[in-house]
């Protein structure tokens, strides 16, 4: 990670700081625990999935086509006759290598967003209990102190209640099997 320039470090606060931190640890770990052919075959996805190997490819199959097509006329041997079988098979064996490591590469980054989004899910369960907790404690304070109208806030109330999180997964269940029925 590039370090920051000290102006925009000064802004950022400190449990910033500590939650980056976190995060790299986490990709370090990752990294750390890949298998060394996992590894080489995401080095290579990344190259197989550059602008640069697109170009080189193109710049192959037309060179290609020409010389053997080009070649009789200037009394050199033709590699390929035309339709091409050896450059049809060269293409699909890229093809082949290309898809195969890139479906490599994003079965690990599936598995990683994975992590991510139960990460999100408990970190959102854990804000709505505090927040539920927060205005519980603030609606007893209102209640409490002499000064301030006692008067029913029945949203409050209602905020004030944890989210039964295995209603709230029902009821989305529920919701996705009727439109799945729609479709059909």
């Known amino acids: 990670m590039a370090p920051l320039n000290e102006e925009l470090s000064r802004r950022i606060p400190s449990s910033v700081h500590e ?13 750390e ?3 060394p052919a996992q590894a080489f075959f995401e080095r290579l996805s990344l190259i197989l999935g550059s602008p640069a190997y ?7 199959v037309v060179a290609w086509i020409l010389w053997n097509v080009l070649a009789p006329g200037y009394g050199f041997k033709q590699i390929d006759e ?12 890229n093809a082949f290598i290309i898809s195969t490591t890139v479906l490599i590469r994003q079965n690990r980054m599936a598995k990683l967003a994975n ?4 990460l999100d899910l408990q970190v959102n369960l854990l804000a709505e ?18 000064n301030v109208r006692n008067k029913p806030d029945r949203e409050a ?8 999180t295995r209603a709230v997964l029902s009821v989305i269940e529920q919701e996705a099997e009727g439109l799945n029925c729609g479709k059909k």
């Open 19 to 31: 939650n980056l931190g976190t995060i790299a640890e986490f990709y370090e770990r990752n990294e």
């Open 115 to 118: 992590q991510h989004t139960h």
């Open 54 to 60: 697109v170009g080189t490819n193109l710049l192959f």
């Open 82 to 93: 035309p339709p091409f079988p050896w450059l049809q098979g060269l293409v699909t064996l």
């Open 129 to 146: 209990e505090k927040s539920s907790k927060i205005i519980e404690m603030l609606e007893e304070l209102r209640r409490d102190l002499p």
């Open 157 to 164: 109330e209602e905020l004030a209640q944890p989210t039964d």
């Open 33 to 35: 625990h890949l298998h």
